[in-house]
């Protein structure tokens, strides 16, 4: 059975920080992309931040220098730390790990407040 399971959201201030976690299990995540995507109200689901296995990260445009994507392949675990928070930052946040295959998590929300 293939699993993630997202914990961290919750209600937050702008300019507040929070931390996003998601673990898995289920797969070799050891070899997987990870990411984090969001999706407000109205709008389309869009890549927040990207962790290939080999290396590297990508982020999108409005979250570089605020949000850090990490991963622990031990407890297959990947992170999402969210810093300087912006009310449209505010989002249904999901966990995702790819390998030929996609895998998502039910998502965590995310609300900023002005």
């Known amino acids: 059975q293939v699993q993630l399971v997202e914990s961290g959201g919750g209600l937050v201030q702008a300019g507040g920080s929070l931390r996003l976690s998601c673990a898995a299990s289920g797969i070799m995540f050891s070899i997987y992309t990870v990411g984090w995507y969001r999706q407000a109200p109205g709008k389309q689901r869009e890549l927040v931040a990207a962790l290939p296995s080999g290396g590297g990260t990508n982020y999108a445009d409005s979250v570089k220098g605020r949000f850090t994507i990490s991963r622990d392949n031990a407890k297959k675990t990947v992170d999402l730390q969210m810093n300087s928070l912006k009310p449209e930052d505010t989002a249904v946040y999901y966990c995702?790990?790819?390998?030929?295959?996609?895998?998502w998590g039910q998502g965590t929300q995310v609300t900023v407040s002005s």
């Open positions: 995702n790990a790819q390998y030929g295959t996609s895998h």
